[in-house]
T-cell receptor
């Protein structure tokens, strides 16, 4: 029973397209996150949601829009995809300041 | 704001040898510290964490780390590595009641027979 799941696992698309990545957690945590891991494996937080409310937006372009329909889901929609958006996107869940549990990642390749 | 520096980008090591991965942090307030492991093409898995209490923290797979407040360090150690320990290791820091986890750049550990 996967604690944090993401779909799809792989996503290959053309520049300019719009795509969504879905995340679901069954740990009952109030806080969910999106992280981006670049080609050099550097991890950086993008967004944090607590009880469906946006807490952190780390200077991410407006083309990225998170949406939290309920506490168990945090989806990431990306408009007008660019080459530089190619990365691995990780969803995570946890409680403020403490352990975060990560999903398996979505590998996005923009051609 | 807190930050993390992992002092070694790559650490090659022979099987059954000990390994130490170095992590230093900077913060003006109390912090929580974490080590995560990322196996090839997988997500991040928590190895261990320091929230408070004993400065020597034991984690999964035989790893341990020591919190040193005076040196602002949280180095990770394993006395004897296996081939299966080949992975990317990340040190991370957060503050109590903060929603942000800041990661170091990662250390690639390659274990050779």
């Amino acid at each position: 029973d996967t604690a944090v799941s993401q779909t799809p696992k792989y996503l290959v698309t053309q520049m300019g397209n719009d795509k969504s990545i879905k995340c679901e957690q069954n740990l009952g945590h109030d806080t969910m996150y999106w992280y981006k891991q670049d080609s050099k494996k550097f991890l950086k937080i993008m967004f944090s949601y607590n009880n469906k409310e946006l807490i952190i937006n780390e200077t991410v372009p407006n083309r990225f829009s998170p949406k939290s329909p309920d506490k168990a889901h945090l989806n990431l929609h990306i408009n007008s995809l660019e080459l530089g958006d190619s990365a691995v996107y990780f969803c995570a869940t946890g409680t403020s300041g403490e352990t975060q549990y990560f999903g398996p990642g979505t590998r996005l390749l923009v051609l | 704001a807190q930050s993390v520096t992992q002092l070694d980008s790559q650490v090659p090591v022979f099987e059954e040898a000990p390994v130490e991965l170095r992590c230093n942090y900077s913060s003006s307030v109390s912090v929580y510290l974490f080590w995560y492991v990322q196996y090839p093409n997988q997500g991040l898995q928590l190895l261990l964490k320091y929230l408070s209490g004993s400065t020597l923290v034991k984690g999964i797979n035989g790893f341990e780390a020591e919190f040193n407040k005076s040196q602002t360090s949280f180095h990770l150690r394993k006395p004897s590595v296996h081939i299966s320990d080949t992975a990317e290791y990340f040190c991370a820091v957060s503050r109590p009641n903060d929603y942000k986890l800041s990661f170091g750049a990662g250390t690639t550990v390659t274990v050779r027979a």
